[in-house]
């Protein structure tokens, strides 16, 4: 496995460094500036793109476990709150605790634990940038915002983005999967913890109409999916090194399915479903 380090300032710029257990060595794209400045066309679109946080409880409502909002349809995989007196009308007016634009495109869902707010977007020529962002969740004010270059294909459907994965937080840390099978753990604070580039580990990685499923935690692993027409696997990544502790094949093809974690009895399982099948893996082997 590749261990290649991007350093992100906390103004955005970023260092380089490498490390890892395999001596190869990833060649990502020169951190050149993108060309041109973007088109009156392009500004419109990006005008577009807020973050907008909707005010769950009132701003004096002290915070709680029960309202973090921590992976993809919140806690368990669940797309279900236990949160109770929530805004039923949102308008400039009503339900909007606070709202902040975002640099670039993003699909994908903010996640919310321990009072902060991490969303991920892209931006820049053939969306060649990739932020995290945090926020304070009840003031709405920017705490940090880091950027990686893109080490992957960036081609996908219009609709799409290069930020169509959701982060998934424990609170301590965040990590966020980019459709390019670019992986990076932040600190709470923004300290950079360790990045991977998964198509410079394994080049036949493919994106052909962008990924979207999101990694999940269970433990102290990172479950992450990369079902692709490439080579495909489920990986369970340690979530202080960023090796993998386990790492196992899956049938080639497209697929934006979120894994889900599963107690059986006192084992552990993820599920992770394809168009033909539903597969348990054990969550500290891998093992089908």
């Avoid at 088109?39 to 577009?48: Q, S, V």
């Avoid at 060649?128 to 270059?149: A, I, M, N, P, Y």
Wanted: glycine share 10%; proline share 8%.
């Amino acid at each position: 496995m590749n261990m290649n380090l991007f350093s992100p300032s906390p103004l955005g710029g970023e260092g380089r460094g490498e490390g890892g257990d395999t001596g190869k060595r990833p060649s990502p794209s020169p951190l050149t500036p993108i060309p041109s400045p973007p088109t009156r066309g392009e500004r419109r679109r990006w005008a577009r793109y807020f973050l907008l946080v909707l005010a769950a409880f009132a701003c004096s409502a002290p915070f709680a476990a029960a309202a973090d909002w921590p992976q993809f349809r919140g806690n368990n995989g669940s797309g279900v709150s236990e949160e109770t007196g929530l805004p039923a009308k949102w308008s400039q007016t009503e339900g909007m605790r606070w709202k902040a634009e975002l640099p670039g495109r993003g699909l994908s869902n903010p996640v919310i634990a321990a009072g902060k707010v991490y969303v991920t977007c892209s931006s820049g020529f053939q969306e060649s940038r990739l932020h995290v962002l945090c926020f304070d969740e009840k003031t709405g004010k920017k705490l940090w915002e880091r950027q990686v270059w893109t080490t992957g294909g960036t081609g996908c459907h219009p609709k799409s983005c290069m930020a169509a994965p959701t982060p998934v937080t424990d609170g301590k840390a965040v990590y966020a999967l980019f459709a390019t099978a670019d992986l990076v753990c932040y600190e709470a604070d923004g300290t950079l913890r360790w990045y991977r580039s998964l198509t410079s580990d394994y080049p036949t990685i493919t994106n052909q109409v962008g990924m979207a499923a999101s990694p999940i935690l269970a433990k102290d692993l990172v479950i992450v999916p990369m079902d692709n027409e490439g080579e495909s696997f489920l990986a369970g990544i340690d979530t202080k090194t960023g090796k993998n502790r386990w790492k196992v094949e899956r049938p080639r093809g497209i697929n934006w399915v979120t894994p889900a974690l599963r107690q059986a009895g006192k084992d552990d399982e993820i599920l992770f479903q394809a168009g033909a099948e539903l597969v348990a893996y054990d969550l500290t082997t891998g093992r089908q």
